[in-house]
């Protein structure tokens, strides 16, 4: 590749990583001012975080909201998908459109329609209403993200087990249930990352639960503070891992995949 | 009826009625309604409407929207186009890697990403302090923070990851020997690029301008903690409108006009995109 597409590429990518690294820094720097030249280096912010309740509990509802997003993206998204391929289905454009509207709809929008429909209804906002909304707009994600598999997989390898005596659950869990567990857990972690992500359906649905992007927001409006930089490394460290275990994963498993074939 | 595998659209299709056509359709219903004592009374006002037509400041705001993700798709676009050719050039082992460098900033959550900014861009933030250093200004640079320029720098950096990545796929569909055969017949690069690569990524970009329109039209986080004055949106407004006024009839209606004006919008774009391949793919073939 020429120098020129190479160097393209390393100004894009410190765009892209530029205000990451910046706000890294900042959270090890000796000076409660976010402003240059930095000062020195410290642990501080991280030992405050570290005794910190309120960032704690935060956390700890954020990461107990995305587990049921990651989960319900990932149970929808597979029927979703099997729907889309199986044979004769009549409706397959209509049902694909739909899937797209809770991409397509602003998510501001939709969440504010939401909150209106559930306050007539009676439903309280609060923990339920946010994983239930978040894992709406995480469908149509997951649903792509594994029917891009399925569309490659041989149907005839489900004819051929049933041909053989296999129920159509067996079928599913002996032949098809291998060949997408990889596209499953892209679907999952989608779902994790995007609830852990969001800070707009939280505004409007999330009621008295704080999970810890609506309390940054808060905090944000008043003042800069080194913790918080913290607290954003420790987020992003702590999605980055999450992304690098799943990828990890998928890896073991075409490897497996590939060594059975 | 035997169980078919198609039926598991029906839960699926359940779903998204419920939590996505239903509060939609409650909009239509409340931009009749009234209010009356701080309570919504069904009725079949045209109250909301008729004060929504005759408004400017809510039509400048949903023409702002527009304005907005039009400028974010057209600026994603172009910074978008090198970087997903550059990727094409790439060593298959060095794509997997490419493609995680380019969808980490991504995962990072939108507050962080908002907030990451206001320390960049700052009054003593790395830009100032970088360019004060040099002796290229002599004070820090205003417009960088809470400012238009703002709002457009933050929105293209959201979004471009998809653009890249739409048009990428795209162009790795594109046959190399084709862009050959146009240099071995004496095409300039820009010939090139014009004639073969560009009309062969048009879905591509259709598709990643699609994408970048939806997101960014209906965004109000980053206008709204980064935009300062300028930061004001027709999102903002409905929020407002629905919170503190109470004014829920008009809220719907907004919200209405909104999706109504993004959603042709997108279409007349779509179309645009469509023809522009037709029309570069008749000049290529003379």
């Not at chain 1, 809770?102 to 329609?113: D, E, G, H, M, T």
């Not at chain 1, 978040?134 to 149509?140: D, R």
């Not at chain 2, 598709?207 to 039209?217: D, K, M, N, Q």
Request: proline residues 5%.
């Amino acid at each position: 590749m020429g120098r020129i597409g190479f160097s393209v590429l390393i100004v894009a990518a410190g765009f892209l990583y530029l205000p990451l690294v910046v706000l890294a820094m900042f959270s090890f720097n000796d000076s409660a001012l976010m402003a240059f030249p930095l000062s020195g280096f410290t642990l501080d912010w991280y030992r405050e975080l570290a005794q910190s309740d309120n960032f704690l509990s935060g956390f700890v509802t954020s990461f107990l909201i995305a587990q049921p997003v990651g989960i319900l993206a990932m149970l929808f998204g597979l029927m979703a998908s099997l729907a889309l391929t199986a044979p004769g289905f009549r409706w397959r454009g209509l049902f694909a459109v739909l899937l797209l509207t809770p991409f397509l709809v602003p998510k501001s929008v939709l969440s504010i329609a939401q909150a209106m429909i559930m306050s007539r209804i009676g439903f309280e906002r609060g923990a339920t209403a946010l994983i239930l909304a978040q894992s709406l707009v995480a469908l149509p994600f997951a649903t792509a993200l594994i029917s891009a598999v399925m569309v490659r997989f041989d149907r005839r390898l489900i004819e051929a087990a049933r041909d053989l005596g296999a129920s159509p659950w067996q079928a599913f869990l002996r032949v098809l249930l291998p060949q997408i567990r990889p596209a499953l857990s892209g679907a999952y972690s989608v779902g994790v990352i995007l609830s852990l992500a969001d800070l707009t359906i939280a505004m409007f649905l999330a009621g008295r639960t704080q999970p810890l992007s609506l309390m940054v927001a808060s905090e944000f409006r008043r003042e800069l503070r080194p913790d918080l930089n913290a607290m954003q490394v420790v987020v992003l460290v702590v999605t980055a891992l999450l992304v690098g275990l799943s990828e990890v994963y998928r890896r073991r498993r075409l490897r497996r995949l590939a060594a059975a074939a | 009826m035997t169980f078919r595998q198609r039926h598991l659209a029906l839960p699926v299709a359940a779903a998204i009625i419920a939590g996505c056509i239903a509060p939609l359709a409650v909009l239509v219903a409340f931009s009749f309604y009234e209010v009356e004592d701080f309570d919504l009374v069904p009725a079949f006002s045209f109250r909301a409407w008729g004060e929504l037509a005759t408004s400017t400041t809510d039509w400048f705001l949903i023409g702002k929207a527009v304005l907005s993700g039009v400028a974010t798709t057209l600026f994603t676009a172009l910074l978008g186009y090198p970087v997903a050719l550059a990727l094409t050039r790439l060593a298959a082992s060095a794509k997997g890697i490419a493609i995680i460098v380019l969808l980490t900033p991504l995962y990072t959550g939108e507050i962080v990403r908002i907030y990451a900014w206001r320390i960049v861009l700052g009054g003593e933030g790395l830009i100032n302090t970088v360019l004060l250093g040099l002796g290229l200004i002599d004070e820090p640079l205003k417009f960088l923070l809470f400012s238009p320029f703002t709002i457009g720098l933050v929105l293209t950096y959201n979004n471009l990851p998809f653009m890249v990545l739409a048009i990428w796929v795209s162009a790795e569909m594109v046959d190399r020997r084709l862009i050959e055969a146009a240099r071995d017949l004496g095409a300039r690069p820009v010939d090139a690029f014009f004639r073969v690569i560009f009309p062969l990524t048009t879905p591509g970009l259709a598709a990643g301008s699609l994408t970048v329109f939806a997101l960014s039209a209906g965004e109000m986080l980053t206008p709204n903690l980064l935009g300062g004055t300028s930061g004001a949106t027709a999102m903002a407004l409905i929020d407002n409108l629905f919170g503190t006024a109470f004014d829920w009839p008009l809220a719907s209606a907004l919200a209405l006009a909104l999706l109504a004006t993004l959603f042709l919008v997108a279409s007349a774009m779509a179309g645009l995109l469509l023809r522009l391949k037709g029309a570069r793919a008749m000049i290529g073939r003379t």
